[in-house]
């Protein structure tokens, strides 16, 4: 399955991952950490984004 997306674009929440585009498919992620944060569930990381602004991993 391949990405419409350019790779560390978020896709978006499916169940209680995040999606995000890479190189060949789409990545699921159940957890995330931020630098000198505790690491977070990706719904919780989710909310944490804001609203209608494209989300991209460097």
Do not use: I, W, Y
Not at 18 to 27: K, N, P, Y
Not at 42 to 52: D, T, V, W, Y
């Amino acid at each position: 399955m391949a990405a419409l997306a350019p790779p560390g674009t978020v896709l978006g929440l499916k169940g209680d991952a995040l999606q995000v585009a890479c190189g060949s498919g789409v990545l699921e992620l159940l957890q995330l950490q931020r630098a000198g944060r505790k690491a977070v569930g990706a719904r919780e990381f989710a909310n944490g984004l804001r609203a209608g602004a494209t989300a991209v991993f460097a």
